[in-house]
């Protein structure tokens, strides 16, 4: 509207201008090359603006042809950059679709028409990675290096193909690098703080954790979690060496993070172990609502000096009530009542279990314990065993497809820090071979005396891989002769053997299902691998000894 009124206003204007320039008679005139010339104003006046403009479209081609070159070479690095610009978009779409040579194509051009440009080093990187060309790819990070706008990003690669070599030092090199040159990189501090936790550098990964804090890579809660995974881990290192130190490191970890069970675990000992059983219960107490677990019930259950196996039981029981009806709960009323000969009050708790869900091969070793121990029932305990091989698996401490018997703060396939869950693993084809014998050889010692000659060992494997299958809560059968063949190992019982669990891959029969004849051809062979799940016995029973390659793992984490 305001632009209407000023056109409105002008126009006006010159109309009036106009008219009184007509209502001013007069003429001009002009003396030149001895000539007069006389004409009007108005006349005069259009001349005057008509040689104007014709001046000024002179002056504008003169500068036209002076400034044409210039123009020329401008348009044709537009030309270039549009073709360079389009080559490298058309690149990576390529890479994106894993066309090797149309991304080769793609960036050869791109090199000819941009080779200015950050992103055409980028394309010639990913170029060499999809043809496998290691050695062009660095060079073109490291090429990277040279400015600061992609710096970084050479960093990055470089740090890539360093961890596909496995050079584990070069990448820590790298990754410190990256994070002087940006604090706020991911990546990096990731990266430096998965090396300082495989190496066991639990002070400058806990420094670490305040950078990426301070750098907002992380969030408050995502801190204090990894802050309490490592002064778990920390606490586990120094738990021999100095448990003043440890106890106060698990009880901060359990103040960060009430649910991490290591660390309530630790806490929780460590506390029994200065006498303050108050302050343990009430740290297990608090875990355990979040989170149960056999170690949480262990630790419980010792949590007073000098209280007798019944006294245990009524503590157990007190810590299942806190989440009723939870089978880690039962379990370990089980595993209590064991203990204190308490049987029917095992048993009750397991059929509570079978009655929801069901029994897993814990809960199957548990009930061939009471069989053996209450009754002296062998049979019915390798009844029980038999069940075991087809049962459920329990949960474990499971990282990125790997299963340990024990919480690690990191995984040790990727390092990243807080991996391990509490999880059923992932099932595994065949079942596990379990050696009857020696899980009843605390009762057979109790009954016989040292036998007269070496007794073979007799071992029951399965004539067939048979997925896990859901057992009713009433005991099924004893499994048929096709199911459990006996097989004699060409080894001897030593006097007092240890309680041990191996696992094997059993292949089906080559004889018919209804042929029980041990001796027939063709026996499917038994390899034995790691243990797969602990063998039920009481707390105070150290168990098997561990084999050297585990305390080989645990040490590269907690340096003991």
């Not at 044709?76 to 080769?104: N, P, Q, V, Y």
């Not at 006996?486 to 059993?506: H, L």
């Amino acid at each position: 509207m305001i632009r209407v009124v000023l056109f409105l206003v002008l126009l006006a204007a010159l109309a009036f201008g106009a008219a009184w320039m007509a209502d001013q008679p007069g003429t001009v005139s002009i003396v030149w090359l001895g000539r007069q010339i006389e004409f009007e104003v108005v006349t005069g006046l259009i001349a005057l603006v008509v040689g104007a403009a014709l001046v000024m479209v002179v002056i504008g081609l003169a500068r036209w042809l002076i400034a044409s070159p210039a123009l020329a070479a401008r348009a044709l690095r537009r030309r270039r950059r549009r073709k360079g610009t389009e080559a490298i978009s058309r690149g990576i779409i390529a890479i994106g679709a894993g066309d090797r040579r149309s991304a080769e194509r793609h960036a050869s051009d791109a090199a000819k028409y941009a080779a200015d440009q950050p992103l055409t080093l980028l394309l010639k990187a990913q170029t060499a990675q999809l043809a496998g060309d290691r050695g062009g790819a660095e060079q073109a990070f490291r090429a990277m290096l040279g400015s600061p706008e992609t710096k970084l990003l050479g960093l990055r690669g470089l740090y890539v193909e360093a961890q596909r070599r496995s050079d584990t030092v070069v990448a820590r090199a790298i990754a410190d690098e990256a994070i002087k040159e940006s604090a706020s990189a991911g990546w990096a501090a990731q990266a430096v703080l998965e090396s300082q936790t495989l190496s066991g550098e639990w002070d400058d990964a806990l420094t670490s954790i305040e950078k990426q804090y301070a750098a907002r890579i992380i969030d408050k809660d995502q801190a204090r979690r990894r802050r309490a995974v490592l002064l778990t881990a920390k606490a586990i290192a120094l738990e021999d060496r100095d448990p003043v130190a440890a106890k106060a490191l698990a009880i901060e970890a359990h103040g960060l993070a009430p649910t991490l069970v290591p660390a309530a675990v630790i806490a929780g000992r460590l506390l029994t172990t200065d006498g303050d059983a108050r302050k343990a219960s009430r740290v297990i107490e608090a875990a355990w609502k979040a989170t149960p677990h056999p170690d949480l019930a262990e630790v419980y259950s010792h949590a007073r000096r000098g209280d007798s196996r019944l006294d245990e039981l009524k503590r157990v029981e007190y810590l299942a009530r806190l989440v009723p009806s939870h089978p880690e709960g039962l379990m370990a009323i089980a595993r209590s009542a064991i203990d204190a000969g308490e049987f029917a009050v095992a048993r009750r708790a397991l059929d509570d279990i079978a009655a929801t869900a069901t029994p897993t091969q814990r809960a199957c070793l548990l009930q061939a314990e009471i069989s053996a121990k209450e009754h002296g029932d062998h049979g019915r305990a390798r009844e029980w065993m038999a069940r075991a091989l087809r049962a459920a698996r329990d949960p474990v401490w499971t990282a990125d497809g790997q299963a340990s018997d024990v919480w690690l703060p990191a995984s040790l396939v990727t390092g990243r820090l807080d991996a391990f869950e509490w999880k059923v693993p992932v099932a595994e084809i065949g079942g596990p071979v379990l050696q009857v014998d020696d899980v009843l050889a605390d009762h057979h010692e109790a009954e016989q005396p040292a036998p007269p000659a070496p007794a073979p060992i007799i071992e029951l494997v399965p004539a067939a891989v048979e997925p896990p299958v859901a057992s009713p809560p009433e005991m099924q059968p004893a499994p048929a002769a096709a199911q459990l063949e006996p097989v004699v190992v060409a080894e001897e019982m030593p006097a007092a053997p240890a309680p041990k669990i191996v696992e094997a891959v059993a292949q089906p029969a080559a004889e018919p299902a209804n042929d029980p004849s041990p001796a027939a051809p063709n026996r499917p062979k038994i390899v034995p691998t790691e243990t797969v799940f602990p063998m039920a016995r009481p707390p105070d029973d150290p168990g098997p000894e561990q084999p050297a390659p585990a305390a080989a793992k645990r040490s590269s984490f907690f340096g003991t």
